[in-house]
């Protein structure tokens, strides 16, 4: 587990114990039989599994970004947070596919509605699903730049993987 909270393979971060803590391997439990696990025959039945959905989020408030990050991944979602308009422009120009975008109004850089009418401009992002939240009712601006749903903050955001779910089955 501590492996893979650190990005690490279990082979690397034990490698890195033994090269760089080596007066503690003689403290190290030995490695025992390990029970039978009802985990992985649930795993086996299973069906394969579901392409995973990928969201990019561009959000200047850390907390705010970290907040709504967490959530979607407990949903099964995979976020990735920009800070900034320019960073995710940029990003979005590459081919690395999403699913989503969801942005907010306010942020440096390349404000929201510059960032939509942007991504609404390249081939590969113009069916690409938006939303947009903000503290300030601009839905009118919101919509006519061409995002899908506009949410206003602070209470509609706490439904947000209601209405993903929701856009990405249209």
């Not at 969201?55 to 907390?63: A, D, H, K, S, W």
């Not at 938006?130 to 955001?157: K, Q, W």
Request: some cysteine; hydrophobic content about 35%; overall charge positive.
């Amino acid at each position: 587990q501590a492996a893979k909270m650190l990005g690490l393979s279990h082979q690397t971060l034990s490698n890195i114990l033994k090269n760089r803590h080596s007066d503690l391997q003689n403290k190290r439990l030995p490695p025992s039989t390990r029970r039978r696990s009802i985990v992985r025959e649930a795993a086996r039945a299973r069906p394969a599994k579901t392409k995973v959905i990928s969201i990019l989020y561009v959000q200047e408030n850390r907390m705010a970004a970290r907040v709504v990050k967490d959530t979607l991944e407990l949903e099964g979602f995979c976020v990735d947070v920009y800070e900034d308009g320019n960073s995710a422009l940029n990003r979005l120009q590459s081919n690395k596919q999403y699913d989503l975008m969801v942005c907010a109004i306010e942020s440096s850089g390349i404000d929201g509605l510059k960032l939509v009418r942007h991504v609404r401009s390249l081939p590969q992002r113009r069916r690409t699903p938006i939303i947009m939240i903000s503290s300030t009712n601009v839905s009118g601006e919101a919509y006519r730049a061409g995002v899908n749903l506009f949410l206003r903050r602070p209470d509609e955001p706490l439904q947000l993987t209601a209405y993903i779910k929701r856009l990405l089955s249209n």
